[in-house]
């Protein structure tokens, strides 16, 4: 599942600029596991033809992530290049 996801996202010759992923009952850890994964990238950020910085927007709306609030204060915590932006 998840683990094949980053392996093909870290795989990919250029960054990916949006990764939509609602309502596919992936849970607080897949969404820790893929952020993680995208933050540890050496292409994130990336810089976008107009020159602005930015990283990989994630849409994971609407799926078994019973506390959004308490992921994102975890992630925010470990202090990883790149969540600054969550």
């Not at 980053?6 to 897949?30: D, M």
């Not at 992630?75 to 932006?85: A, H, N, V």
Request: glycine share 6%; proline share 5%.
């Amino acid at each position: 599942g998840i683990r094949l996801l980053t392996q093909l996202i870290a795989s990919q010759p250029y960054p990916l600029r949006e990764l939509h992923l609602s309502h596919t009952g992936i849970s607080e850890v897949a969404v820790a596991t893929l952020v993680l994964s995208v933050c540890s990238s050496e292409r994130y950020p990336f810089q976008t033809k107009e020159g602005a910085w930015t990283g990989c927007w994630m849409r994971v709306d609407n799926n078994e992530i019973l506390a959004p609030i308490t992921l994102v204060t975890a992630l925010k915590s470990l202090k990883i290049k790149g969540l600054e932006m969550v």
